[in-house]
């Protein structure tokens, strides 16, 4: 089973991602926080450096609606020798994506979608979309099925499908409440469009359901409050072993040091995650945030002090 790590803003972010991957190495995929075209366009410099490194192993997701701004930002990409993927937004119900037609709002305007999605395919990376299964609340089996025969006939064979609708006039939390979850719907795709590459999202928390996909043949997962809740939850699970946590950690630790910009508050604040649901887990997350350089807090896993289990 291949897990992949939904993009959240505030959460993927190049400290969080980066520790996930030392920890579940290619059991993963990972997907930068939802990136503006004109970011890349304007500030590829900045942008780059902020998100990514050049080892990087992340798929970088990207937002848009004008082809023109999105053809100029795939040259751009198709330029960047560390990015192998780019995910498209399709999906996102935030109010503020909302006011710039990007995410959720832009698929009222399918022709406009498909113009983007023509410019995104001439990429020369490989291209997935993260889309919604519909929009409003009610079931509509035709909104899915019309933008997944776009998505074919732009050449692009990757959808990551999150398996309940989105509503524009409910902010971000509601969005994840109260539209239904609908794995039947996504099933149905599943079977109707065989030749692309469908992966589930939403609400895929814990064994049963993940196992309930693997019955269904569908071998890869997107996840994403879990992750940010309890990154060691796939450990804890037993879904995933992983073997010498604290070595692990030393590895990243090593590993982003080196990285140009890096600040010790968001890798502190990527480490206080791996503490769920653990024993005195208060105490190692009080000791992990008075810390005051990432020397000593090299220390404290050097001292393999911590009970993972």
């Known amino acids: 089973m291949i897990f992949h790590v939904a993009p959240m803003m505030g959460y993927t972010d190049y400290y969080f991602r980066n520790l996930l991957h030392f920890l579940y190495s290619d059991n993963i995929k ?4 939802m990136i503006v075209d004109k970011a890349i366009i304007y500030n590829a410099e900045k942008t780059f450096t902020k998100h990514f490194c ?14 023109k701004e999105i053809s100029e930002c795939i040259k751009i990409l198709d330029n960047i020798p560390y990015i192998s993927e780019i995910n498209f937004n399709l999906g996102c119900p935030s109010s503020r994506v909302q006011e710039n037609k990007l995410g959720l709002a832009l698929t009222q305007y399918p022709d406009e979608v ?4 023509e410019e995104i395919s001439n990429s020369n990376k490989i291209i997935s979309v993260k889309c919604r299964l519909g ?24 959808v990551i499908i999150h398996c309940r609708n989105g509503v524009l006039n409910l902010n971000t939390k509601k969005n994840r409440t109260i539209p239904k ?4 719907l996504f099933f149905k795709c599943f079977k109707d469009f065989p030749d692309v590459k469908l992966i589930p999202n ?9 196992n309930n996909f693997k019955k269904n043949n569908i071998n890869e997962v997107m996840i994403g409050r879990k992750f940010a809740e309890e990154p060691l939850f796939l450990h804890h699970k037993k879904l995933i072993n992983v073997n010498d946590i604290d070595t692990k950690i030393l590895n990243y630790l090593s590993f982003m040091i080196k990285y140009p910009i890096i600040k010790k508050n968001l890798l502190q604040k990527s480490l206080l995650t791996l503490f769920a649901n653990l024993k005195d887990s208060k105490k190692y997350k009080k000791k992990i945030h008075n810390l005051n350089t990432i020397d000593e807090i090299q ?6 002090e911590i009970i993972w289990n």
């Open 181 to 184: 979850i609908n794995y039947e």
């Open 202 to 210: 939403g609400e895929i928390n814990n064994t049963e359901i993940i």
């Open 54 to 67: 050049k080892s990087n192993k992340s798929i970088i997701q990207i937002a848009g609606s004008n082809p």
């Open 114 to 117: 498909n113009s983007c999605l």
């Open 30 to 33: 990972t997907y930068s926080e």
């Open 135 to 158: 929009l409003g609340l009610e079931e509509d089996q035709d909104y899915i099925y019309n933008f997944l025969t776009m998505f074919k006939n732009t050449n692009i064979n990757k």
């Open 299 to 304: 220390s404290v896993f050097e001292k393999r």
